[in-house]
């Protein structure tokens, strides 16, 4: 008999209190399920063996025995359906619990963790809000860019220290003299679906990579991209970059077919990575393990990811009159992938301090008046981020963060003599996509800011609409508030930030943004891999020293794994390292 069927019999048992002992005989028990005392004897000792009951039945006829319920009709729907998402039956148990998503919700993140299916290593966790389609060519936030190297590999990676690692190519060099960068692929490659991977798919990606805005003018400097055979992958360079390999390292430059940038493969997104992409909707992302996988098989099967949108009300409202935020407790941790209701200290918690900021831009684009350097200069006095981090304390929107004195927490600080104050616009307008730490900033710098006596209005955007907007010179506020949080390759990650990033180079307006770049393209022609960051400071540093970009603060991001994975590596976004996932069970 299935457990959905035994619940009915259950039911007709709830006059009784739960956890209560009652003396009752079989017969009275048999007639209030409107059963027969022999079936009423099976279906107590079923349930008494599944933990439901407590059953202690007396020998010889109408003795009364002892019968204590361990559930209401509530807490079997729950307790049952826990068992059914174990199993990994989620359409049961939604269908326990009358379809009630609220509480489904609450319950997978309870079960989060890692468990064997029929011998299969399934990982199951939970996360804040959806996930956009994991397109390698499209501008993503942390979280997806961490997915898409699940799903997608590169000609190469690179470490934080500026190292290459081979990857789809198993070797590379840099010819100086004619400037040309060779890749040499692994043979047999293969994307998910099964297509070959070799020089011919490749320089069609490429070619492709060129033409998209995404890329123009990281990749402007390649004259030809082509492939004398088809293990081998040419880009033939216009100027000298020897960092050009790091380069392609980044996370956009994931290798997939030519044909999904001209979204000719559907229904699915095809990958080149460790997991292929079973299923992406608006409730969860399933990956499983890519057989075919050019290195290491993963440990883990399956992982499943189930979204549930972050109600940004409950985050905080941008209301003058009041500020509503969530418990601090809760909003902490940079990711939060599964809650233990049992929850103790000594639960496993993971923290760093992210490779990057988060940051205010004043905006040259502005619609009103471009504001003053003096006026840029005051404000910065005025969001100094000690009076920002009271403001926070004071509004109950904390959050993990350290005060940033530059844009990375390794680079020398930038100290400010102070400034006089002096006029400012009667209205300022902020900027902000829906990421619960710049909201609560947002918060903050508008209350300093009316505390000088000037109107605030806060735009929020998706960060997709503020990245577009950005594209086409249409965020136009005053403030923006934003973040950088480098990838694994943070050498070619921040030169790709500095280059290409659309809203910074939006805000800085046409001159700077010009500058920035030249400086760029000369940096790249004679700097190694290995020193991008520590060249790259002074550039960077002058936005900051411009009053153009002014650092609040290095987000300390935590992941509470709360006991549910085990000798698990963090990767540099904050999430656990899927393939190596493992159980001894």
């Keep these: 008999m299935s457990d959905v069927n035994m619940m009915r019999y259950y039911a007709r048992l709830t006059s009784f209190d739960a956890n209560t002992p009652h003396a009752v005989t079989l017969a009275e028990l048999a007639d209030l399920m409107f059963t027969s005392v022999r079936h ?111 799903v997608f590999s590169c000609l190469v990676s690179c470490s934080s220290d500026g190292v290459l690692k081979p990857e789809l190519a198993h070797h590379w060099d840099y010819n100086g003299e004619t400037q040309t960068w ?25 070619e492709q990579l060129k033409a998209h805005s995404f890329y123009q003018s990281e990749l402007e400097h390649v004259e030809q991209v082509y492939s004398d055979q088809p293990l081998r992958l040419c880009f033939k360079l216009s100027k000298a970059d020897t960092g050009f390999a790091g380069l392609l390292a980044g996370v956009k430059y994931s290798i997939q077919p030519a044909a999904q940038l001209q979204g000719l493969i559907a229904p699915n997104i095809v990958g080149s990575g460790p997991f292929i992409i079973a299923e992406h909707d608006a409730e969860r992302i399933k990956l499983k393990a890519f057989e075919h996988f050019f290195s290491t098989r993963s440990l883990t099967d399956e992982v499943t990811i189930w979204q549930f949108e972050e109600e940004l009300a409950k985050v905080t409202n941008f209301d003058q009159s009041e500020i509503q935020v969530a418990p601090e407790e809760d909003a902490s941790c940079f990711h939060q992938l599964g809650r233990d209701v049992n929850a103790t200290e000594t639960d496993e918690q993971y923290s760093r301090v992210e490779d990057g900021c988060l940051f205010v831009l004043f905006n040259h684009n502005a619609s009103q008046q471009m504001l003053t350097i003096e006026q840029r200069k005051f404000l910065a006095d005025c ?95 005053d403030l923006i508030l934003c973040n950088l949080n480098l990838d694994d390759n943070a050498p070619s990650s921040l030169f790709s930030w500095l280059m290409n990033d659309p809203v910074l180079h939006s805000a800085l307006g046409q001159q700077s943004s010009e500058w920035l770049k030249l400086q760029l393209d000369q940096h790249k022609a004679s700097v190694e891999l290995e020193d991008y960051l520590e060249r790259l400071e002074p550039i960077a540093t002058s936005l900051v020293t411009d009053y153009w970009l002014l650092p609040l603060f290095h987000h300390l991001q935590t992941v509470r794994f709360q006991g549910i994975l085990k000798n698990v590596a963090i990767t540099n976004w904050g999430w656990p390292e899927f393939k190596d996932v493992w159980s001894v069970d």
């Excluded at 508008?446 to 109107?455: C, I, S």
Aim: aromatic share 10%; proline share 4%; charged share 20%.
């Design 40 to 150: 009423a004897r099976t279906l107590l000792g079923r349930m008494h063996q599944a933990q439901w009951v407590v059953w202690e039945p007396k020998a010889g006829r109408n003795q009364r025995s002892n019968l204590t319920l361990r559930y209401d009709v509530q807490g079997l729907n729950r307790h049952i359906a826990s068992k059914l998402i174990a199993e990994g039956k989620y359409e049961k148990a939604l269908a326990v619990l009358d379809d009630d998503r609220t509480v489904f919700g609450s319950l997978l993140q309870e079960t989060s963790g890692a468990t064997l299916r029929q011998g299969l290593l399934h990982v199951q966790l939970t996360y804040k809000r959806r996930f956009e389609a994991l397109f390698p060519h499209h501008v993503h936030r942390s979280s997806e860019r961490f997915l898409l190297r699940q």
């Design 182 to 206: 060779t890749f040499y692929l692994r043979p047999g490659l293969t994307f998910h679906n099964g297509q070959l991977i070799d020089g011919e798919q490749l320089v069609l990606l490429f």
């Design 383 to 477: 969001f100094k981020p000690s009076l920002v981090h009271e403001q926070l304390e004071l509004n109950r929107g904390m959050f993990g963060l350290q005060h940033a004195k530059n844009i990375l927490p390794s680079w020398s600080p930038v100290y400010r003599m102070p400034n006089s104050p002096c006029a400012l616009p009667r209205k300022l307008t902020i900027a902000v996509y829906d990421y619960y730490a710049l909201y609560r900033c947002a918060v903050s710098i508008a209350d300093l800011l009316r505390f000088q006596g000037v109107e605030v209005e806060v735009n929020t955007y998706s960060f997709r609409d503020l990245t577009q907007r950005s594209q086409v010179n249409q965020l136009n506020e």
